[in-house]
């Protein structure tokens, strides 16, 4: 575990903020006490990493899912159709 000064926090903040993403967890020192730690948040850290594991499981629900094949036209057919109802004819 890291260690960050409150006088530190001003002028070390990119040192603190790699040592955040690379999942290590900071104490925060006021006048020589531990008074607090930083820790990553767990969800969004794990969340940036596509592992093998985790791309099987998004493959599993996109098959699950059993969402149409939709091509460009189709895409564009759809999208206008939305704009039109939401905003009226007027928009071109």
């Known amino acids: 575990m890291q260690t960050i000064t409150t ?19 900071v104490s925060l020192i006021h006048r020589s006490h531990v008074i607090g730690t930083f820790e990553p948040r767990k969800e969004e850290y794990e969340g940036k990493v596509m592992t093998k594991q985790r ?5 599993k629900l996109i098959d699950e899912l059993a ?3 939709l091509n460009y036209e189709e895409r564009e057919r759809r999208y206008r159709k939305h704009i039109e109802e939401k905003y009226g004819s007027s928009i071109s």
């Open 7 to 25: 006088t530190e926090l001003r002028t070390k903040t990119k040192q603190l903020v790699e040592a955040m993403l690379s999942g290590k967890h």
């Open 67 to 69: 969402l149409p094949h």
């Open 55 to 59: 791309i099987k499981k998004l493959k």
